[in-house]
């Protein structure tokens, strides 16, 4: 899980981890590993996937700015 509070944006930089989508039945989670004294974030399966399948996680993020849900 990311800590509360935490933002990853990669609208400027970033791995193509910046692709993954967002829904409400997620095959993936986020998690936070330190290696060393480097803190990464962690794309962990919650099942096997398939050659081809897309890898969603739940953002779980609101913000003032109501936005439809396109899940």
């Not at 990669?10 to 981890?17: D, K, L, M």
């Not at 919650?46 to 399948?53: I, K, V």
Request: charged share 20%; proline share 1%; aromatic share 12%.
């Amino acid at each position: 899980m990311i800590t509360a509070g935490w933002v990853i944006d990669g609208r400027n930089f970033g791995s193509e981890a910046r692709f993954i989508n967002s829904s409400h039945e997620p095959n993936c989670v986020l998690e936070t590993w330190w290696v060393g004294n480097t803190l990464h974030v962690v794309v962990r399966t919650l099942r096997a996937l398939s050659a081809g399948e897309e890898i969603l996680v739940y953002y779980n993020f609101s913000t003032d700015d109501k936005q439809e849900c396109l899940c």
